[in-house]
């Protein structure tokens, strides 16, 4: 991968990496509930299980997946599924709920996430289908640049949102105001979810 295409591909994942998404709702809700430090598992999960996926699609598994129209659509429904599941547990969270504020999604949750994101997917198919290059490295190197590449760019990115929920905090004092934050969370992700069910 030449100098050009590396930039290219930076510029890429940075933008998607940024932008909002399922993940990235997830990471400011975990923030908002959690705090930054508790909220790092979750961080990294999202960042390395992405990673990951863009090498597995890139080198070749995630084309015969796309390829094949049932396999995607129980993925779509499999991913919109588990999101409206996250949602309501997401907008059912308050102060007073242990178990929710207590255990934020760690590494192997949030990592797994990522396979049942369709963004994910989007993001995945779309690098591979634009930046894999014929003839310029072999398949692996290429797909292993893009896992590294993409997860240098995703960790700031990705830890703004994390962040800004942490960061939004002291605004949510009360149970009241956690309580509509959180709830405001979970219905953007269940919005997500119809978006995608629509356009799918």
Same mark, same amino acid.
């Given at each position: 991968?030449?100098?050009?295409?590396?930039?290219?591909?930076?510029?890429?994942?940075?933008?998607?990496?940024?932008?909002?998404?399922?993940?990235?709702?997830?990471?400011?809700?975990?923030?908002?509930?959690? *705090?930054?430090?508790?909220?790092?598992?979750?961080?990294?999960?999202?960042?390395?299980?992405?990673?990951?996926?863009?090498?597995?699609?890139?080198?070749?598994? *995630?084309?015969?997946?796309?390829?094949?129209?049932?396999?995607?659509?129980? =993925?779509?429904?499999?991913?919109?599924?588990?999101?409206?599941r996250l949602a309501w547990r997401i907008g059912a969270a308050g102060r007073s709920d242990a178990a929710a504020v207590g255990k934020p999604i760690g590494f192997?949750?949030?990592?797994?996430?990522?396979?049942?994101?369709?963004?994910?997917?989007?993001?995945?198919?779309?690098?591979?289908?634009?930046?894999l290059k014929a003839g310029s490295s072999s398949a692996l190197v290429q797909a292993t640049t893009f896992a590294a590449l993409f997860i240098v760019a995703s960790?700031?990115?990705?830890?703004?949102?994390?962040?800004?929920?942490?960061?939004?905090?002291?605004?949510?004092?009360?149970?009241?105001? =956690?309580?509509?934050?959180?709830?405001?969370?979970?219905?953007?992700?269940?919005?997500?979810?119809?978006?995608? =069910?629509?356009? *799918?």
């Amino acid at each position: 991968m030449t100098s050009d295409q590396a930039a290219a591909f930076l510029l890429f994942a940075l933008v998607a990496a940024g932008t909002p998404g399922p993940s990235n709702l997830l990471l400011t809700a975990t923030g908002a509930n959690a *705090g930054v430090l508790r909220g790092l598992p979750c961080l990294f999960g999202v960042t390395v299980g992405m990673g990951v996926m863009m090498f597995v699609v890139a080198f070749g598994l *995630g084309s015969v997946v796309i390829a094949n129209p049932v396999v995607v659509r129980a =993925l779509n429904w499999l991913g919109a599924a588990f999101l409206l599941r996250l949602a309501w547990r997401i907008g059912a969270a308050g102060r007073s709920d242990a178990a929710a504020v207590g255990k934020p999604i760690g590494f192997v949750g949030a990592a797994a996430f990522q396979w049942i994101n369709p963004k994910s997917w989007l993001v995945c198919a779309s690098a591979a289908g634009t930046y894999l290059k014929a003839g310029s490295s072999s398949a692996l190197v290429q797909a292993t640049t893009f896992a590294a590449l993409f997860i240098v760019a995703s960790l700031p990115c990705c830890f703004v949102w994390l962040a800004f929920g942490a960061g939004a905090q002291r605004f949510l004092r009360s149970e009241r105001a =956690l309580r509509i934050f959180n709830i405001t969370m979970g219905a953007l992700l269940a919005a997500s979810v119809v978006l995608m =069910l629509r356009h *799918g």
